[in-house]
C-alpha cells in the first residue's frame, strides 16, 4: 500500500464563509476574475460581493466575463493576456467549473510561451513541460459538481479539434485559496443542480473504481456517496434548502479530493468525447446517460469496490445473492437518477446519433486514452463501442 | 456547517518510499538531521540511509543527536544555535515524535528572537507573535504514535518549570514534505508500539468527541479507530508484520489529519500534566492508564459520537440497551486494551503518587486549560480530580 497524498489548497467551507475573502492574506495585489459568460454572476449579485471584498481587503481587480460552459481554449489565450496587460499577479475563478478551471489554465498561460495546446498531453497536444511561474489561484465556487475547488485538474476544450482534455499535472495549478460557500448555490436551477451533483458523484465512484485507489481516496469517495444519496434528491426539488445544499457541496468537495488522490476512470473519456462533439450537452448529463450501460459493465469486474459502493448507499449486501451484489450498487444509482428525475434522459435529445459511436469511440482513447489504464479491467475499442450502444437511446 | 480544510504537506507513504529522498526536490540545500539522543538511528542504520540519499540529493546536511524522549525547550534552543552557525536551510525530523516536534520547534527558532518559551501559549509563555521566517521542515517517521508528520502540532517540555505544552498556530510547522515508511517502524519494541499506537488512537478518539469535529475530521478519525483496532494487536505481537505495521502507520498518519482538522480534548491536558512531573512516564501509557476513567465519564454526556466510535469498532449498538450504547466504546477500548497486553499497567508504577491529583489537576487547566474548552462537556477542577481519582491505580 503505497500513495502519495498532496492536497495543499486551503480550503474555507460552509454558509457564509464567502466573507473570509474580505480578509484573508490573499496570494497578489491584483486578482484577473475569471467569471461565465452568462448572467448569473451579476444578476445574483456575486460578482459585485466579490468585488467589495476584495476594495475591503485592498485588492485591485479586472473582470474576464467570457467563460462558456464547456470552457475553450481560445478564452484561455485572452485572459492570460489580459492577466498581463493589466499586470495582475493573480487569477480569481468565480463560478461553476467551467470558470475555475479557465482560471487555473490561464494562470499557467500567463507567463509560459506559445499556446496552450501545446503543454496538453493527449489528442493533438505537444505535451511541453510548464516552466515558467504559474500564478496563484483563488477559487470561489457556485455550484457543486467539478470539485475543481479542491483538486489540481482543469478541463478545456480545443474550440477547433473537438478535443476536451483534463490536465493536472502540476502543484501550483490546486487554488492557493478555496472558498465554498453554499449561500452561493441556492440560485442553481434544478437540472443542473442534478448534472452536477451526479458530475461529483461519478468522481467519487470512479475514484473507488480506479485500480490506484487508496484506503485514503475510498474514505473520501465513499463519504461523497453516502452524502449525495441522501442529499441530492432534496437539493433537486428545493433548491432553496441550505442543509441540502451544504451537504451536496461538502460531497463535491470531498469528490475534487478524490480526484487529487484516486483517478476518474474511461467514463470520463467516453463522456468528455460526446461533449467535445456536442458542446451543449451538459456534462453531468452526459455521465448519467452513460452511467447504467457503464458500471453494469464493469459490476462482476471489480465485485467488492462495487458492495462498498452499494453500502454507501445504504443497500444490505446479504439481501441478496452473491453474484448479484456488485449490481445493487447499479439498482441503486438507478433509484437515485429516478428521485433526482434524470431517470429519462437521452442522448438522441442532445443530438447524439447512433452513427456517432465508432467516431466517439476513437475520440475517448485519442484524447483522454490514458484513463482507460485506470480502470479495474481493460476495455477493447469495441467494448466501448458496445458501452456507447447500450446507453443510447 | 463551517470548517476549514488546511494540510499543505506533501506526504509519500508505503513501504520503501524512503527512497524518495533521494530524488524527491528537497526545500533547501544544507539539512540540520535532528535525531534523538538514543541509538536506535544508528543501531538501524536509518541515519546512514538517510545521509545517504541526502548526498545522493546533492544535500549537505549537519547531524543533532540530543532530543529526549519527552523532548525540551533547551534542545530546541540547541538545535537553533547549530543550524545558525552551520549555516543550515532545512531541518529534517528523523524518528518518532519527540525528534520530529523538536524539528519544528528548532525551525521556528532559527530566525525568531528570544527563548522558544517567549512564543508558547499558556503556562508561562508570552504568546508572542512568530514574525520572522520559519525553515522548511521535512518528517521522517520511525515510529506510530504522534502524526506530527500530517499535523502543525510539535509538543515540547520546559525543561525547569514543569510545563509540557503543545504549539501549532502557525502553516508553516506543517512539515514542507514527510515520508512514512512502515519498513522504518519494524524495529519498534512491542510496549512502544502499543503506547504510540494508542496515541494515535486516542488522537483520533479525542477529536471525535471534541466540539469542534466535522464532518472531514470524523472520516479520518474514524477509519484511524476502525484501523488501530484492526491491526494494533498484531503490530504489538508481531512487530515483524509489515501489513500490520503499515496499517498502523496509515492510522497513526489519519490521526495526525485528526489533529490537523479536530483537535485533542483534555485528555492530553491531564496527560501532559502527568508526564511534565514525571518525564519518564511514556505519553501513550499516560493517556492508556487515563482512558477508562476519562472515556466513562464522557460516554453519556455525547452519546452519539461514543457510539460512532464503537461501530468503527465492531460493536453493534443494537446488542444492547439504549443507555448502554455509548459504553460499548469503552468495552472495546479496554477490549482493546487487553488484547495489546497494556490493561494492567499503574500510575503508581511510574511513581505518579494520589496526593499529586491536585497539582496535576491545576498543571493540566494551567498549561493546557484551552482544550477543556473543546469537550463535548465543560469539566470543573473537582471532576477532573475525580477523573484523575478513578484512574489511580
Known amino acids: 500500500m503505497n500513495l502519495t497524498h498532496h492536497i495543499p489548497t486551503k480550503l474555507y467551507f460552509g454558509p457564509g464563509e464567502l466573507k473570509k475573502l474580505g ?34 481587503n485592498q485588492t485591485e481587480f479586472v473582470v474576464f466575463d467570457k467563460i462558456l460552459p464547456n470552457p475553450v481554449r481560445q478564452h484561455v489565450m485572452e485572459g492570460a493576456q489580459i492577466a498581463r496587460d493589466t499586470g495582475c499577479d493573480f487569477i480569481i475563478g468565480l463560478g461553476g467549473g467551467s470558470s475555475i478551471d479557465s482560471a487555473k489554465s490561464i494562470a499557467i498561460m500567463v507567463h509560459n510561451p506559445g499556446d496552450y495546446w501545446d503543454y496538453i498531453h493527449g489528442g493533438s497536444g ?11 489561484i483563488v477559487a470561489i465556487t457556485t455550484t457543486a459538481g467539478t470539485g475543481t475547488e479542491a483538486d489540481p485538474w482543469t478541463v478545456i476544450t480545443h474550440e477547433k479539434r473537438n478535443e476536451k482534455i483534463g490536465f493536472g499535472l502540476l502543484p501550483q495549478t490546486f487554488p492557493a485559496l478555496s472558498i465554498v460557500d453554499p449561500e452561493l448555490m ?19 465512484v470512479e475514484g473507488v473504481i480506479a485500480n490506484i485507489a487508496t484506503p485514503i ?15 441530492l ?69 471489480a465485485p467488492e469496490r462495487f458492495i462498498l459502493m452499494a453500502q454507501a ?28 428525475g434524470v431517470d429519462t434522459l437521452k442522448l438522441s435529445d442532445f443530438g447524439v446519433k447512433k452513427e456517432d459511436i465508432s467516431s466517439l469511440s476513437r475520440n475517448a482513447f485519442d484524447t483522454m486514452g490514458a484513463l ?14 458496445e458501452i456507447y450502444a447500450r446507453a443510447y437511446k
Open 217 to 231: 481516496s475510498d474514505i473520501y469517495a465513499l463519504k461523497s456517496i453516502n452524502l449525495i444519496n441522501t442529499y
Open 23 to 56: 480578509s484573508e492574506r490573499l496570494p497578489g495585489k491584483k486578482a484577473l476574475i475569471v467569471i461565465s459568460a452568462g448572467t448569473s454572476m451579476t444578476r445574483f449579485g456575486y460578482l459585485e460581493r466579490v468585488t467589495a471584498l476584495l476594495q475591503q
Open 126 to 136: 505537444f505535451g511541453l513541460e510548464v516552466k515558467e511561474k504559474v500564478l496563484p
Open 372 to 385: 482507460f489504464n485506470l480502470d479495474p479491467y481493460t476495455l477493447s475499442r469495441s467494448e466501448v463501442e
Open 233 to 301: 434528491p432534496t437539493a433537486v426539488k428545493d433548491g432553496s434548502d441550505l442543509e441540502a445544499r451544504t451537504n451536496i457541496a461538502l460531497a463535491n468537495t470531498l469528490s475534487g479530493f478524490v480526484e487529487s488522490t484516486s483517478s476518474c476512470t474511461s467514463e470520463h473519456s467516453m463522456e468528455h468525447a460526446l461533449s467535445a462533439f456536442y458542446p451543449k450537452l451538459p456534462h453531468g448529463a452526459g455521465l448519467i446517460m452513460l452511467s447504467e450501460a457503464y458500471f453494469s459493465f464493469f459490476a462482476d469486474k
Open 313 to 340: 448507499m445504504g443497500k444490505d449486501p446479504a439481501s441478496v445473492s452473491k453474484a448479484k451484489r456488485p449490481f445493487l450498487f447499479v439498482e441503486a444509482l438507478l433509484e437515485l437518477q429516478k428521485k433526482c
Open 186 to 204: 441556492l440560485s442553481v436551477p434544478p437540472d443542473l443542480t442534478a448534472y452536477q451533483g451526479f458530475d461529483a458523484f461519478f468522481h467519487a
